[in-house]
């Protein structure tokens, strides 16, 4: 069973920054794709970015494309998204999440595997 905890929301400014953290822990987590949804009040749970097993594919919402950067150390079992030029419309409550990789399913595709608590972000002057 893997555990997923997120750390690194916070309050930030518009145009600031975050990195959000997501530290796995129960398993071997580079044998997961791991990644971010986010869900905003009133608006449906969307996927943000996800990262393949190996580390060498990634993917991003158009919404956050060039704006957030996913990475991961497997050494550490640590998944990142370094979020950049943040607007209010990156509010939400973001949430790690694994997927089982296979040879037929590499990225965050659902069904998702585990999902962790969530961390807020809030974007706000």
């Known amino acids: 069973q893997l555990q997923l905890v997120e750390s690194g929301g916070g309050l930030v400014q518009p145009g600031g920054s975050l990195r959000l953290s997501c530290a796995a822990s129960?398993?071997?987590?580079?044998?997961?794709?791991i990644g971010w949804f986010r869900q905003a009040p009133g608006k449906e749970r969307e996927g943000v970015s996800c990262?393949?097993?190996?580390?060498?594919?990634?993917n991003y919402a158009d919404s956050v494309r060039g704006r957030f950067t996913i990475s991961r150390d497997n050494a550490k079992n640590t998944v990142y998204l370094q979020m950049n030029g943040l607007k209010p419309e990156d509010t939400a409550i973001y949430y790690c999440?694994?997927?089982?990789?296979?040879?037929?399913?590499?990225?965050?595709?659902?069904?998702?595997?585990?999902w962790g608590q969530g961390t807020q972000v809030t974007v706000s002057s």
């Open positions: 990262i393949s097993s190996s580390g060498r594919t990634t």
């Open positions: 129960g398993g071997t987590s580079n044998y997961y794709a």
């Open positions: 999440v694994a997927v089982i990789s296979t040879t037929f399913r590499t990225m965050c595709v659902p069904p998702i595997d585990y």
